[in-house]
């Protein structure tokens, strides 16, 4: 298994960055076929072969995943989509 560990500062409103980090979700789901739904303050994604969250913080987005056998293989291209979006929304 390999496992996808991102952090992302911000100085945006708690609020805001939730909005963002939905975005982020929504590029996310698209693109990789992924379930995710909100919890808190926590956004928790799930498809077959990969189970994370995205933990919205008052100056920091953290990014945790965990990727099945397969998607592992992806783990590069996957992290790098990830962080391009983080990075579209925070910078």
Partial sequence: MS??????RHNKPLKQAKQCVD????HIAEKFDVDYAWEGSTLEFSRSGVDGHINVGSDE?????TLGFLLGMLKGPIE??????LDEEFD
């Fill in 23 to 26: 975005r982020v979700a929504k």
């Fill in 3 to 8: 496992h996808i560990d991102i952090r992302k």
């Fill in 61 to 65: 987005i953290h990014v945790r995943a």
């Fill in 80 to 85: 790098d989509e990830i962080q391009r979006y």
